[in-house]
């Protein structure tokens, strides 16, 4: 059996931002087929256009459209492209400085091997067929064909307004591993338990367990099974909306204090309207059928109110 | 300027950790080991500093569940940066100037291995013109090394003998997840990876964690007969964009190393991940030949992401520790392509 519990999951998300004048710029110039740098106050030809002047640090304001055509100053080779790159074979990342730039731009080139790559080789844009504004609307680079010179893009946007924000979905991939204790924890759920663990130092008793007792700061060790049923020291009631919600609302999110334990956890409230959940309500663990069990917090459905007189106050008041 | 010293550091690095991203687990024996060092409890710390990243991660606020290792009852003076356990030593450095504490604990950890780091590097980079293309971290080192080897500053021979120093002196660092010397030969006769880079010279994927403890004038000489203390820490940035900027320079190395003052230093450990950027950061530092680079194996015998920047200063501190050196550096990078570099220089005197 491995030390710990893991499984995967994905971190996704899409950061939406405005471009301001200068990028927008730039990415308007993509969309509609053109490449555009702008002018440094040194008089270098900079792409893309920096926002501000590197010397006087005034907004960028002397654009300058450079041609689809360039040379490699510098490359390096993608054997193991990974997810969201350009290419989805391998391909290499390159500097490239088009011409009537001074400085070199970074985007990928599409060969076959690292043989077909050099410094000094002349590239030109292959645009997507799709263009939004954004930096992959230069799919890659190629190598250029003197036959075949960079075709100015067909430009049917030109009534399209200016391009003033971009979306960039991010999405990232993690093994997610429970700590031993987290493990110890989950472990004793797909076996109908609840396992919390004492700190050696305040004898507190956590649950879920954590690898440290968070006012000692010392590893909590000693395993304590806990009762299925507990206290309700506070709740909420859920009333609105939100994405990935599985129940309707109104319904109630509480922390329970099992018996035994020190520190409430939190879990749902169900089997009783919203407006009748209160604080001391005595409540009880309704567990899935057993064979829809896992290593889950899920095997327990909700908590149910037990019918049992309400909790004294004095019971629960250090557990707020 | 008060005297302050490094008096504590301990350190973890592993190929692959096998527990949660929050890394509680690392950081409580490391914390016990800076107390064992240090004589003291967690509440003779008067500031704590944290460096992590929840990209890494892969989870929200796991800076906030590391702070369980310390233990906050009563509540602790505390704070986090998003970067290199260098720069939480740095914001711990500031706060003992200012005089509000004489004692600080900081450290850093990562779990690299939970995701694809090469990949998760891309969430550092400009967000319109870069993220966008996800350029991995090993691609963006490879141009840098090209633009060196094209210009003649640098070649793969030069690159094979750090490899080859790095990986011989890591057999004596009971830390070191990559390590064992062969020649320079047999490294330029193994297969391109990322052409121009070999995986050799790229550092290791490596989890784990380190912490330093800092103290002012007595607090560090009631600790230690030689602390390490900090004569010069600086640190500085260049523009991130890698059309912009010369790869083969690194301006704001020879910043940080000018702030610093790097004359007379013996030992320097350089945070290098990639083999050509050690050859960087030797120009830009100004480091004479008779320096000793990297002797626990450096960065490519192990690179714990918020760490190795941080355990760079802790190697360089116990050769001052031990008296087998006066004058010794560290040096810490962030960002793509050596972009941003922090040096602190530390001395043996009484």
């Known amino acids: 059996m491995a030390r710990t519990l893991s499984a995967p999951v994905t971190v996704a998300f899409d950061y939406t931002r405005s471009t301001g004048p200068v990028l927008g710029r730039f990415l308007t110039g993509l969309r509609d087929g053109v490449v555009v740098g702008a002018r440094t106050s040194s008089g270098t030809v900079v792409v893309p256009p920096p926002e501000y002047d590197p ?27 990974v997810k969201g790159q350009p290419l989805d074979r391998p391909f290499a990342f390159a500097l490239v400085t088009l011409d009537g730039a001074d400085t070199p731009m970074l985007h ?80 004793g759920l797909a076996e109908g338990r609840i396992v919390g663990q004492r700190c050696p130092a305040c004898h507190k008793v956590y649950v ?46 509480a922390y329970v204090l099992l018996d035994g334990a020190d520190i409430a956890f939190l879990h749902l409230i169900l089997d009783i309207p919203a407006d009748e959940v209160r604080m001391g309500m005595r409540v009880k663990a309704v567990w899935k059928p057993e064979d829809e069990w896992g290593t889950t917090i899920e095997n327990i459905s909700h908590f149910s109110p037990t019918g049992d007189p309400d909790a004294d106050y004095e019971t629960y008041k250090n557990h707020l | 300027m008060r005297d302050v010293a ?4 301990a350190q973890r690095q592993m190929e692959e950790f096998d527990g949660s991203p929050t890394c509680v687990e690392m950081l409580v024996p490391l914390f016990a080991e800076c107390y064992e060092q240090t004589g003291w409890t967690r509440k003779d710390v008067g500031f704590w500093c944290s460096g992590s990243s929840d990209y890494l991660a892969g989870r929200s606020f796991s800076f906030v569940q590391a702070v369980d290792a ?11 940066v998003e970067m290199d356990l260098a720069w939480a030593m740095y914001e711990a450095w500031i706060k003992i100037q200012t005089g509000e504490v004489d004692t600080a604990l900081v450290y850093a950890f ?9 990949r998760t590097l891309a969430m550092q980079l400009e967000p319109y013109t870069m993220t966008p293309l996800w350029p991995d971290t090993v691609s963006l080192a490879g141009l840098q090394a090209r633009a060196g080897i094209d210009a003649g500053v640098w070649d793969e021979t030069a690159m094979a003998e750090v490899v080859h120093r790095s990986l011989g002196d890591a057999e004596r660092n009971e830390y070191a997840v990559r390590k064992g010397a062969s020649s320079v030969e047999e490294l330029l006769a193994r297969p391109m990876y990322a052409d121009p880079l070999r995986k050799h010279d790229c550092a290791p994927v490596t989890d784990g964690a380190a912490a330093i403890v800092l103290a002012a004038g007595d607090r560090a000489r009631d600790v230690r007969d030689k602390p ?46 990639f083999s050509h950027q050690e050859l960087v950061l030797r120009r830009e530092l100004g480091l004479a ?24 200063i802790g190697e360089a501190a116990r050769k001052i520790w031990s008296g087998e050196a006066a004058k010794t550096l560290g040096h810490a990078t962030s960002g793509p392509a050596l972009q941003q570099n922090l040096v602190c220089t530390m001395e043996g005197r009484a």
């Not at chain 1, 924000?165 to 993690?174: A, N």
Request: negative net charge.
């Open chain 2, 289 to 312: 030949d008779d320096v000793a680079i990297n002797p626990s194996g450096g960065p490519l015998s192990g690179n714990p992401m918020f760490s190795a920047g941080g355990i760079r």
């Open chain 1, 55 to 81: 010397v006087t640090h005034q907004q960028t304001t002397d654009f300058v459209e450079v041609s689809p055509v360039g040379t490699v100053t510098s490359w390096s080779w993608v054997p193991e492209p």
């Open chain 1, 108 to 187: 990928a080139v599409d060969v076959a091997s690292a043989t077909d790559m050099s410094t000094g080789m002349r590239v030109q844009v292959r645009w997507a067929a799709d263009r939004v504004g954004a930096m992959t609307d230069i799919e890659a680079f190629v190598p250029l064909r003197e036959d075949a010179p960079a075709a100015p893009s067909p430009v049917g946007t030109e009534q399209a307004a200016p391009i003033t924000g971009v979306v960039t979905p991010v999405s990232l991939d993690y093994t997610y591993a429970a700590s031993p204790e987290e493990s110890a924890f989950y472990r």
């Open chain 2, 70 to 80: 310390i233990g906050v009852t009563p509540p602790v003076n505390e704070s986090h």
């Open chain 1, 208 to 253: 879920p367990p954590r690898s440290a007792c968070p006012s000692d700061g010392q590893p909590t060790s000693e395993e304590v099974e806990l009762s299925h049923e507990g206290t309700v020291t506070t709740f909420c009631v859920v009333n609105v909306p939100f994405m990935g919600q599985k129940i309707t609302p109104p319904y109630v999110s």
């Open chain 2, 110 to 118: 990562g779990k690299s291995s939970a995701g694809v780091l090469r």
């Open chain 2, 228 to 273: 390490a203390w900090i004569s010069g820490l600086a640190h500085n940035v260049d523009p991130m964009s890698m059309g912009t900027r010369d790869l083969t320079r690194s301006p704001s190395a020879a910043a940080a190393a000018a702030g610093a003052d790097v004359d007379g230093v013996e030992v320097a450990e350089l945070h290098a991940p």
């Open chain 2, 6 to 9: 490094v008096v504590g550091f």
